[in-house]
């Protein structure tokens, strides 16, 4: 019994009626369905969840609890969380679940903070996410299909849910922990395949080991042609949209599969996503409180997605398209949403949190506000190495060799860099021309380590070199800018995926070299002095680009901004690249791209004074800097993420034609 609620009375006490309930059920703790009055139960009274996405593999986790503490002040009573496989399985049966990864401490400080979580386990999440939260180990088996009930798939999917859900298990509500529903796969009738026998599998193997209480349910489309094939019996369907949308249609949508039952948009959307080269989404704060109005008013559950958005730290990013297209993600996922990428609450923020107090109470307290910012300013950046030089430290087992190009993933890498070679066959006096439509996704091509130029995926799959003499050696340095995360193609094998010619004739015998930029970068800050300097000759004006290479620089020790603060790394000046600070990937830059200009540094990568922070850039085209002058780059307070964008590459000082 609450004393407090004796005091203000019985009746008009609505919250203490519900703990009232608790108390009586609080024995075994019960989430239900009731098709009587449409609703969710939880503990035997009426429950509505208002709710925000988040995403604890793009928030660092010494921000977790601040994040969830200002998800549970703007009104919310649950989150909504996407588990991304490829991010704890690492290579088949290796596991990750500490640190960042510690999801059962994500869940259990979401509890601690009083939200209830609304799991999303895959094992396909989509998610703006390299290959929508599938390992890419999977594409190392060419005749894989995923998301089916294919037989090598359906192994691995098995063996990791064996792994995944009896963590889960006794952290579900009737458990006693935070998680009230689960979903099964994401959207999955948006994906052709339409597969009932893999719906099925899933549903049976998440009933074994969650048992036969739990909510299970499903996301698609707010269109029956999307519920189709993306639900099943025992799964309840729910649907997603954005504001703007005529709510009374949607959900239509949705009780043409579910005749009774609570009414659920399990995404609605705060914000969209943004790609390299494309114009930087902001969705109106109008369109969504008048549309989150409506959803409420009319007792409608809601996740809004996201709440906050993070960031694609490392090589996580996804990439949209297929076919002839290929557009990958930026760094930043801010998403446009309430909280920014930097956790801040923006005028979204309260303008939601102030439609949510119409329909829900508030809790009291303070503001948590915006964390402080600092602008570490200018900083010189020394040119130290190129890959060539430090190839034997990135590749310690050195190469493979094959007589025709195999994938990233058949090299068991995953992510990042990986540099084919191979010696040109014969001798000639006229151009050649290198081609290749197997580029994934772009490639930076040298002859005995002069740049020639650069192929790409979808632009350029041709180009004219000088090949002289039998013997010179030709480099193809590939990137993968992230696999896919939606469509049809979904399986999108990296590096360099058929043939390379030359003037027709298949090039054979190549030697491949995996690339281990994560474990090396932090060597090489150590070993810095042991490497040559980069010959620091003026690039010739018609370079197509400079050999990818190293720069290393220095915080300023400010003993006076202590503890660190979060800062914002201006990547304006330089190309393309991967940075990284005390070692820690931050992510990719390409400002020459945009709409993303400044990469978000937390403070929790950056080391209190009198610790020195170290900054390293992998410039993959061109640095801003010459004999004549000092390369720099800076740090400021605030972010830019909504820059110029261009559709053309900058390349050799001029606007590519691709
Ligand atoms: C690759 O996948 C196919 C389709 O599931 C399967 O038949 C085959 O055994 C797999 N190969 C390996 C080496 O696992
Ligand atoms: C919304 O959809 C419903 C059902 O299709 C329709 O009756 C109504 O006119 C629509 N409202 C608007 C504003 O278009
Ligand atoms: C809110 O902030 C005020 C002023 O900083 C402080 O006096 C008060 O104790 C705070 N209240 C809570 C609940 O933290
Ligand atoms: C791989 O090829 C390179 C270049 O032809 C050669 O030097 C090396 O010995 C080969 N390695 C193996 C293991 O065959
Ligand atoms: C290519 O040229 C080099 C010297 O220019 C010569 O030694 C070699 O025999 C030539 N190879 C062929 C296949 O003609
Ligand atoms: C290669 O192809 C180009 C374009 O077709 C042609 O100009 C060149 O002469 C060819 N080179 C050789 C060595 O065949
Ligand atoms: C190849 O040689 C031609 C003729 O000398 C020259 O115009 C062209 O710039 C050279 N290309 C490269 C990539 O060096
Ligand atoms: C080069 O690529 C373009 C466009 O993809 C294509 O039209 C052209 O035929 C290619 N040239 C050669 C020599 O492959
Ligand atoms: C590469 O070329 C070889 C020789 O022409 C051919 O047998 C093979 O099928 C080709 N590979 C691909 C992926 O096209
Ligand atoms: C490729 O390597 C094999 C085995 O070492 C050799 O017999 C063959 O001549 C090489 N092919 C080319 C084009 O260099
Ligand atoms: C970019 O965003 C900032 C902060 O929201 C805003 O002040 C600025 O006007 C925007 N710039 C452009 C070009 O949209």
Redesign the pocket.
């Known amino acids: 019994m609450n004393f407090s609620c004796l005091l203000l009375g019985f009746l008009t006490c609505t919250f203490c009626v519900t703990s009232l309930h608790a108390k009586a059920y609080s024995e075994s703790p019960t989430f239900t369905i009731d098709r009587n009055y449409d609703t969710f139960v939880k503990d035997g009274q009426p429950f509505r969840y208002i709710s925000g996405s988040i995403h604890y593999s793009r928030v660092p986790s010494m921000y977790w609890e601040d994040r969830l503490q200002k998800m549970y002040m703007a009104g919310l009573n649950a989150i909504q969380v996407y588990i991304p496989w490829n991010f704890h399985e690492l290579s088949p049966g290796k596991y990750n679940f500490d640190g960042d990864a510690d999801l059962v401490q994500f869940l259990n400080l979401a509890q601690k903070k009083g939200l209830l979580v609304v799991l999303r386990p895959g094992p396909y999440i989509c998610a703006e996410w390299d290959l929508g939260g599938l390992p890419a180990w999977l594409l190392k088996n060419t005749s894989i299909a995923l998301r089916s009930s294919d037989e090598a798939y359906l192994e691995a999917v098995d063996t990791w849910m064996g792994v995944l859900l009896p963590k889960i298990q006794p952290l579900l509500y009737q458990n006693g922990g935070p998680i009230i529903t689960v979903q099964v796969e994401n959207e999955y009738g948006s994906f052709p395949a339409c597969d009932y026998t893999y719906l099925k599998h899933l549903y049976q193997l998440f009933r074994e080991y969650l048992g036969p209480d739990v909510v299970l349910f499903s996301t698609d489309g707010a269109g029956t042609g999307y519920l189709k094939c993306g639900t099943l019996e025992g799964i309840y369907a729910t649907v997603d949209f954005g504001p703007g949308t005529n709510v009374t249609k949607a959900f239509q949508a949705q009780r043409a599969y579910e005749p009774s039952g609570p009414l659920v948009n399990s995404e609605f959307y705060t914000g969209w996503l943004d790609h390299w080269g494309m114009k930087h989404q902001v969705t109106s704060i109008t369109a969504i409180t008048k549309t989150l109005d409506e959803l409420l008013k009319i007792g409608a559950n809601v996740n809004m997605y996201m709440f906050e958005g993070g960031t694609n730290f490392g090589f996580w990013n996804g990439a949209n398209g297929g076919g002839d297209k290929f557009n990958p993600q930026p760094t930043s996922y801010d998403y446009n949403a309430p909280l920014s990428e930097a956790g801040d609450p923006t005028e979204k923020y309260y303008a939601i949190r102030d439609v949510i107090s119409r329909h829900s109470s508030i809790p009291v307290g303070n503001d948590t506000g915006p964390s402080p910012k600092y602008g570490y300013g200018t900083i010189q950046m020394s040119p130290q190495t190129t890959f060539y030089d430090v190839l034997d430290t990135l590749s310690p087992y050195g190469p493979i060799n094959t007589t025709?190009p195999i994938t990233m993933e058949q090299m068991q890498q995953y992510s990042g860099f990986m540099l084919y070679q191979t010696a040109i066959p014969f001798n000639v006096t006229s151009p050649l021309f290198l081609s290749s439509t197997a580029i994934r996704d772009r490639a930076y091509i040298m002859i005995n380590k002069v740049p020639q130029g650069i192929l790409t995926r979808i632009d350029n799959h041709n180009m004219s070199i000088n090949a002289t003499t039998e013997g010179d050696i030709l480099d193809i340095f590939v990137e993968s800018q992230g696999h896919l995360n939606y469509g049809p193609d979904l399986a999108d094998p990296k590096g360099i995926f058929?043939?390379v010619t030359l003037n027709g004739t298949?090039l054979t015998n190549w030697s491949i070299y995996s690339l281990d930029f994560d474990r090396v970068m932090p060597l090489l800050l150590k070993k810095r002095t042991k490497y040559p300097y980069i010959n620091k000759q003026k690039v010739k004006d018609d370079a197509p680009f400079q050999v990818p290479s190293f720069y290393v620089g220095t915080l300023p020790d400010l003993a006076v901004i202590n503890p660190p603060q979060d800062t914002f790394l201006r990547t304006t000046g330089w190309t393309k690249g991967q940075a990284y600070i005390n070692g820690f990937n931050l992510g990719r830059y390409w400002p020459m791209k945009g709409p993303q200009v400044t990469l978000y540094v937390p403070a929790s990568i950056l080391h209190a004074s009198p610790k020195i922070n170290k900054l390293l850039l992998f410039e993959l085209e061109g640095a801003p800097c010459s004999p004549e002058q000092l390369c720099t780059i800076e740090f400021i307070d605030r972010p830019i993420i909504n820059g110029t964008v261009h559709q053309k590459d900058f390349i050799g000082g001029k606007w590519s034609n691709f």
């Open positions: 025709y058929g043939n298949v």
